[in-house]
């Protein structure tokens, strides 16, 4: 089991560096819409080098760079509320950690069911985006993945939290 919980956490980081590449692609996106805008502006619009589909690189860049970050950076990411936990012993507050753990990776394959079903529904329509006419299932697809190793992620993760002592598995990727 240590194996498969460590499988899935390099999968994970893979992800996460892909989610990174599509943030820097979008931030590239923006700073050249910016740059291309201002030299039309300062032409008076007889230089345009401005290009259509930068709100859409940049909303979908969002979506994935956000969607493939999450599932690394789970065992992370719970803000706990200490007003309502400051109390409890120890051994029920990584409990807690771990159902909250669970609830995300029941809701990454929830949403991974969901975007399987609207990627077929868009291979029915033809529905593509509005300004790139990129095919929307691609999108629908890549999401479904990121989604279900957030699912995989946070099963795996609530698993090691239960069930597994503290050392013996690497859960963040922070220790070596």
Do not use: C
């Not at 930068?54 to 493939?68: A, K």
């Not at 629908?140 to 795996?156: D, E, K, W």
Request: net charge negative; hydrophobic share 55%; glycine share 8%.
């Amino acid at each position: 089991m240590r194996t498969l919980i460590n499988w899935i956490r390099q999968a994970a980081f893979v992800l996460n560096v892909i989610g990174g590449a599509f943030l820097v692609v979008m931030l590239v996106a923006v700073l050249i819409d910016i740059l291309t805008r201002t030299v039309f502006g300062l032409t008076g619009g007889r230089l345009d080098l401005t290009f259509q589909g930068s709100f859409e690189i940049v909303r979908y860049g969002l979506l994935l760079s956000l969607t493939f970050a999450m599932p690394y950076a789970l065992p992370r990411a719970q803000v706990v509320v200490d007003l309502f936990t400051d109390n409890l012993p120890e051994w029920m507050k990584e409990r807690l950690a771990g159902v909250y753990t669970l609830f995300f990776g029941v809701f990454g394959f929830l949403m991974s069911y969901r975007m399987v079903e609207s990627a077929h529904a868009a291979v029915a329509s033809g529905e593509t985006t509005q300004d790139l006419l990129i095919p929307m299932q691609y999108i629908y697809v890549l999401t479904a993945v990121g989604m279900f190793m957030l699912g995989l992620r946070g099963v795996s993760v609530a698993y090691a939290e239960f069930f597994l002592k503290e050392k013996e598995i690497q859960v963040t990727g922070d220790a070596s």
